[in-house]
């Protein structure tokens, strides 16, 4: 689906349009009466509670109606060694839910999406929070992922940036600032190279340090801090500078607009000389004289220094002379996403999940040529045998990444290289897998060599049952598609698949001599007879 005229996409404003409410919600006077559907998104956060309501237009886009944001005071609770949500902010959290609730129902919002964002989803109470906000509420809060969330920003970036900046044609980094946790995405060409999450946010650094602290000994005491992590982000360019210097966050937002009278433009672009005039306005000022000055609540407010010290340092790895701020939220992202949904819009965001797995295979010094023609005859054997394994497109890109990465453990060492493969995968982070996926990923490129799963190993039990069955299914198809390029020379180029009764026959047509390959598939096809009780043979 074509991307909603940037002109017909009216974005979140934290800064004077947002409606801040105690008890009962602000009503406009608005209400829909052209039929279109409205959609809505409940962002909850550690320290804000956010509801944006947007309505389709004729032309396809989304036009906001209603922004409405409650404080919250969840940062005491989730800072420090046992993050854990007080019985007295869940039920203050599950009251503001319900008001949003009414808003939504006023609207007569046929779509809603509510998350939680943040520091939130590291709290170790966290399923009991969801539960008791779903009772008094009625509304079910599911966890947005780190990993979701940029692909959700990505996808929203890219649809604001086009063309413009050299998006799809320079490197760039691109940092999603946000008060309890940051992501950084570096960039070749305009698709992910890599990405991390980083537990370093505007607000975090303070409330760990306990206590009022000074403007300036905080300064003192973040920057070395911020530098490091900074810094040691940058070895993910492999030395490279990118040119291209990209940012989005609530705070990223307060800043470039600082002093500004203008009309919010869809993507504000400064200077690095207009960037240091910005963070000299805000360092070392009180939160009360920035709250007053820039009308904006306490929490951005007092994010503002941290988010231009953040981003300061991010210009050092850079070779650019300006930022780049697409105005988007990551409810707008999210809102663009349900839009997506609603019209059937397929999901343009696997060619960076793929890259993604690219790039990290060239990080641990993969063998590709291998890695593509694993990857290609396991999609294969999947696409040809539906009957047989039973299983749908998020397993098909799952397996593909697993042949892509099977052998990465080799890095490590080639002895148990299959379970280095593992421990890798489970800690690495790939844009648009979720953590439950990442294992089932990680399981599959364990199992592609030796041992078949089996409950015995820690790895294995671990999996929700029907996790562990996706496991074994994929691994079985993956185990064959190794052994059909066991000599690493590409002899399968061709294969046809046909199901005959009780066996599969592979056919690999104009191949040259398949010893290799064949003693391969007498030795891995165990799981695959295991699983499906078929024999699976290849051709002479």
């Not at 709250?291 to 007092?302: H, I, K, N, Q, Y």
Request: aromatic content about 6%.
């Amino acid at each position: 689906m074509p991307a909603a005229p940037r002109s017909s996409f009216v974005p979140s404003c934290e800064i004077v349009k947002t409606a801040i409410f105690q008890g009962n919600p602000v009503k406009k006077s608005h209400k829909d009466k052209s039929g279109h559907p409205v959609l809505a998104v409940m962002d909850i956060g550690a320290h804000l509670a956010r509801l944006q309501i947007a309505q389709m237009t004729e032309d396809g886009g989304l036009e906001t109606l209603e922004n409405v944001a409650q404080p919250l005071p969840l940062g005491p609770d989730l800072y420090g060694q046992s993050p854990q949500i007080s019985a007295a902010n869940t039920r203050l959290v599950g009251e503001t839910v319900n008001d949003f609730n009414r808003l939504l129902r006023d609207y007569r919002v046929t779509t809603c999406k509510a998350v939680v964002t943040g520091a939130l989803r590291e709290a170790a109470n966290l399923e009991m929070f969801q539960d008791r906000v779903r009772q008094l509420s009625g509304v079910t809060l599911e966890v947005l992922e780190e990993t979701e969330e940029i692909r959700l920003l990505f996808r929203a970036i890219r649809a604001e940036l086009g063309e413009r900046y050299g998006f799809s044609r320079c490197n760039a980094v691109v940092c999603v600032i946000g008060p309890d946790v940051s992501q950084v995405l570096f960039l070749r060409h305009g698709h992910i190279h890599s990405a991390e999450t980083v537990r370093l946010g505007t607000l975090r650094l303070r409330a760990e340090l306990g206590g009022p602290v000074s403007p300036q000994r905080l300064r003192e005491l973040t920057d070395p801090f911020v530098g490091a992590v900074i810094n040691g982000l940058a070895r993910m360019t492999a030395g490279e500078k990118p040119e291209l210097f990209i940012a989005v966050g609530s705070a990223v937002r307060a800043l470039v607009e600082l002093g500004s009278t203008a009309p919010r433009q869809p993507v504000i672009s400064i200077s690095r000389q207009g960037f240091a005039q910005r963070f000299r306005a805000v360092a070392g000022k009180p939160l009360t004289t920035l709250a007053a000055r820039t009308r904006l609540g306490d929490a951005v407010a007092e994010s503002l220094e941290p988010c231009a010290n953040m981003l300061d340092h991010f210009f050092d790895i850079t070779a650019a002379d300006r930022l780049v701020v697409p105005m988007i939220s990551t409810r707008d992202a999210l809102l663009r996403d349900l839009l997506r949904e609603a019209t059937g819009g397929a999901d343009d965001f696997i060619p960076e999940i793929l890259s993604a797995a690219r790039h990290l295979g060239g990080k641990y010094q993969f063998d590709q040529r291998h890695a593509d023609t694993v990857a290609k005859l396991a999609l294969t054997l999947f696409d040809a045998l539906p009957e047989v394994h039973g299983l749908g497109d998020r397993d098909r890109l799952l397996l593909e990444l697993a042949a892509l990465l099977h052998d990465i453990g080799f890095f490590v060492s080639s002895r148990q290289h299959h379970k280095h493969s593992w421990y890798l995968l489970s800690n690495s982070e790939i844009p648009g897998i979720a953590p439950g996926e990442q294992q089932i990923l990680a399981a599959v490129a364990r199992y592609h060599r030796r041992a078949t799963p089996r409950l015995a190993h820690p790895e294995f039990a671990a999996l929700a049952p029907a996790s562990r069955v996706r496991v074994s299914k994929l691994a079985a198809l993956l185990r064959v598609a190794d052994a059909l390029d066991r000599s690493h020379r590409n002899k399968v180029n061709a294969l046809r698949v046909e199901l005959k009764d009780d066996k599969v026959e592979l056919h690999a047509d104009d191949a040259d001599d398949l010893t290799l390959e064949r003693f391969g598939l007498r030795k891995k096809a165990d799981l695959f007879r295991e699983l499906f009780g078929l024999r699976i043979t290849l051709a002479e």
